[in-house]
């Protein structure tokens, strides 16, 4: 298709929370992101850097058929100095860290579309993000060989805690074997 790669990363995400859940409760989210550069075949090596990144669901009602094909969520992220001291500083406002995952994520652009593809690699297999608009999504996973019934608009929580039943364990982390 054409899709350059902008680099591999080795993610290290917490998310954060009130005591009470009240951000997962009203399906909002607060994580912390630590981006390593990770090149294939190798460690990660080299300075980490943080992101910020607050989500919500959308404030407008989309139609059923939308919803239930693509995640539509309100996203800001917010680029950190000194990521090491932001759990800290989290906590001091009452937040506390919930589940953390990892992943190594390779990002692709597609010449000439408004499309960002994530190759993540994680503990429970590989998935391929697709964020953009619905029609261009539509037309890169149609090229790819998926088809909508193939979607999934699932979190990594989701997926993870699927992953769990599954194997009859008790979802923690997912994070790597050290």
Not at 69 to 86: G, N, T
Not at 96 to 105: A, M
Not at 107 to 112: E, H, I, K, M, S
Not at 136 to 158: C, H
Request: net charge positive; with cysteine; hydrophobic share 30%.
């Amino acid at each position: 298709m054409g899709a350059v790669s902008r680099g591999r990363v080795f993610e290290q995400n917490t998310l954060y929370d009130t005591p009470g859940a009240d951000f997962r409760e009203s399906g909002r989210l607060l994580r912390l992101r630590l981006e390593t550069p990770a090149p294939p075949g190798r460690r990660p090596t080299g300075r980490s850097q943080g992101v910020l990144t607050s989500k919500a669901p959308p404030s407008i009602s989309l139609g059923s058929s939308a919803r239930s094909r693509y995640k539509e969520r309100l996203e800001r992220e917010l680029p950190v100095r000194a990521p090491d001291r932001w759990p800290k500083a989290l906590q001091a406002l009452g937040l506390r860290p919930g589940f953390r995952y990892e992943k190594f994520r390779t990002t692709y652009r597609l010449p000439g579309m408004d499309l960002h593809l994530d190759l993540d690699e994680t503990p429970v297999g590989v998935f391929l993000e697709l964020e953009g608009p619905p029609r261009a999504i539509d037309q890169a996973a149609r090229a790819l060989g998926f088809s909508p019934r193939d979607y999934i608009r699932g979190t990594y929580w989701d997926v993870y805690a699927a992953d769990c039943r599954r194997r009859g364990r008790k979802p923690k982390n997912m994070v790597w074997n050290p």
